[in-house]
């Protein structure tokens, strides 16, 4: 597949690895230009691009930006993407750390991933938001392996969903069907699932047990 990556820190970088290894066709982008990526290039093969030139043409859309940079993303960002693309969110809000006080996940009640469609004007899936970086170079397993790790994946547009279920497969990994993004709070940080390192069983407990509760932790 065509797939276009925004963001080159250690998930973007990881999966540009990764999906360049399995044949995919990848362009990469980051905040700092193409010239910044010459080494992630020559390793991978990939093609490094502007942001506003990643989702060209692309079926599949990685968008792993900090929080507060995805309003900074170009506008019509994925109007020249394929048609039916999915847009995969690996996105987390970490107030106190890192992307300060966005009111209306505070206080409009919206999950992380509704906040970024909002600004992508795109449905998107979100999954390997709780992943380490390190698990996809270094834990894939085949179908079966009784130590394949598994990750919640949730989204409104099952097509899309489907897509990047499959695509998550082939990464080594199995997947959990974690409901719509206004139910993706259940994999948001500080809840059971976030940085579990386990298989279907135990991940389906765990978004089980979430709560709804946001920890003083993770509020700005």
Do not use: C
């Amino acid at each position: 597949m065509k797939i276009g990556i925004i963001g080159a820190g250690n998930i973007g970088g990881n999966l540009t690895r990764r999906l360049t290894a399995l044949g995919h066709e990848v362009s990469v982008a980051n905040s700092r230009g193409p010239e910044s990526l010459k080494a992630l290039v020559e390793e991978t093969g990939a093609k490094a691009v502007t942001a506003a030139e990643a989702a060209k043409d692309a079926q599949v859309v990685v968008v792993t930006v900090p929080l507060k940079n995805v309003p900074d993303l170009p506008p019509g960002l994925l109007d020249g993407a394929a048609e039916g693309v999915a847009v995969i969110d690996t996105g987390n809000y970490y107030p106190q750390e890192r992307d300060g006080r966005i009111d209306a996940i505070e206080d409009g009640g919206l999950t992380e991933s509704r906040w970024t469609e909002q600004h992508l004007g795109h449905r998107v899936v979100k999954v390997f938001n709780g992943t380490y970086a390190q698990d996809l170079l270094e834990r894939p397993r085949p179908a079966g392996d009784p130590e394949r790790l598994a990750v919640p994946v949730a989204s409104d547009d099952e097509a899309a969903k489907r897509v990047v279920r499959a695509l998550v497969d082939e990464l080594g990994f199995d997947t959990v069907d974690a409901g719509g993004i206004d139910d993706s709070w259940r994999q948001q940080p500080a809840t059971p699932v976030y940085g579990l390192r386990a298989g279907v069983e135990a991940v389906e407990r765990a978004l089980a047990e979430a709560s709804p509760e946001r920890p003083a932790a993770h509020r700005a």
